[in-house]
């Protein structure tokens, strides 16, 4: 039986997100548990006259290739990359969890050096036109403590929002975040501030990422002290960490802990290169159907009432100069069920408990973006 909200997920990915030309490549990257969006997806491609690359990927198969990596596989890995990417014109890539302790037993070294290695294949992706996405799995359904039949109505109900009204609600924060130099967060545990002045602010409604609905900058690369506890769990490199604490001295991770997880690898992580103790990138996530965790980092980065903070590689869009093999995105929620918070930019209170306080973004709160 056809469902026409994966049918209308494909148009929106292929003539919204990419805006797919007629004798264009696109890569198709997706696992088998995606079968039917790719399915879509590749009709809509053809409908259109461009040229699809498809790849199934499976977690198993990924896991038994990083267990043998050594020099010889890095070379070829990042060889085809470079073949797929620079011959492509865009992406999409779709992601179905199933598993964050997949690679659990893949040693920390092998996972750092794959980072390091495949990041030029990563950039070549990056700077063309690509969007993310995840696809809904039994797995994730249990993560968010819901049925299998109501996960999937909900990932293709936050996934077809009105991306076009968003878009036009994001203008003025834009305009306010350009003008802004000092950013203020404050909430349980947090308390920290930074500078953005001279970055630009980037909307995200739906060009990118689907789910969608962030607008995010970076801080002065310097700037960045305090502390600030996030409150969401986030899986990273086979293993997931809550409550990760990070206190700032000069834009420089100088203390990094969690309640949940092993601290001596949560340090590896930032250990990986000079960057990786910075932070790239500031955003506040605005997506008014997505309240809670879900432990999947495309949804719980567009949480209503959030931000996040993220230690590593800042974006081409918004250079602060921080270069990384490293990019985690980790959430604050600011809502009143997760301990509340504020946002400040250069002293004036504009976000409290997650909802936009100041008269030109109330545009943003979520009962005027459903």
Not at 158 to 182: G, H
Request: glycine residues 8%.
């Amino acid at each position: 039986m056809r469902d026409q909200r994966i049918e209308q997920l494909a148009k929106t990915l292929v003539n919204y997100s990419l805006k797919v030309q007629k004798g264009e490549v696109v890569v198709v990257q997706g696992p088998i548990e995606s079968k039917f969006l790719i399915l879509e997806i590749l009709k809509e491609i053809n409908r259109i006259e461009a040229i699809p690359r498809v790849r199934i990927i499976d977690p198993d198969v990924d896991r038994l290739n990083l267990l043998g990596l050594d020099d010889k596989r890095v070379e070829r890995m990042q060889k085809w990359g470079r073949e797929i990417y620079n011959d492509a014109d865009c992406s999409i890539r779709i992601g179905a969890s199933n598993n964050d302790y997949a690679n659990v037993d893949v040693p920390s070294d092998i996972m750092t050096t794959l980072s390091k290695s495949m990041r030029e294949v990563s950039n070549i992706m990056l700077n063309k036109r690509w969007v993310l996405l995840d696809y809904p799995t039994p797995a994730q359904a249990q993560k968010a403590k819901m049925s299998n039949e109501a996960f999937f109505d909900y990932v293709l109900e936050v996934s077809n929002v009105d991306y076009s009204k968003m878009n036009e609600a994001f203008k003025p924060l834009k305009e306010l975040m350009e003008r802004t130099d000092k950013v203020r967060i404050t909430g349980p545990g947090t308390d920290l501030n930074f500078s953005i002045k001279g970055l630009p602010s980037i909307p995200c409604p739906g060009d990118c990422n689907i789910p969608d609905g962030e607008i995010f900058s970076a801080p002065v690369k310097d700037s960045v002290n305090g502390t600030i506890q996030y409150n969401t769990p986030s899986p990273q490199r086979g293993d997931v960490y809550e409550n990760v604490k990070l206190t700032f001295e000069h834009g420089k991770i100088i203390e990094a802990t969690c309640e949940n997880g092993d601290i001596e690898k949560l340090n590896q992580i930032f250990d990986t290169d000079e960057g990786s103790r910075y932070v790239g990138e500031f955003a506040i996530g605005v997506n008014p159907l997505i309240t809670r965790p879900m432990g999947n980092i495309l949804f719980d980065e567009k949480i209503a009432g959030s931000i996040h903070f993220t230690p590593g590689m800042c974006y081409d869009e918004c250079n602060n100069g921080n270069n990384s093999a490293v990019h985690w995105d980790l959430v604050l929620i600011q809502t009143p069920e997760f301990g509340g918070g504020e946002i400040y930019f250069d002293d004036i209170l504009i976000r409290k408990d997650g909802i936009f306080v100041v008269k030109e973004l109330l545009g943003l709160n979520p009962e005027n973006l459903i």
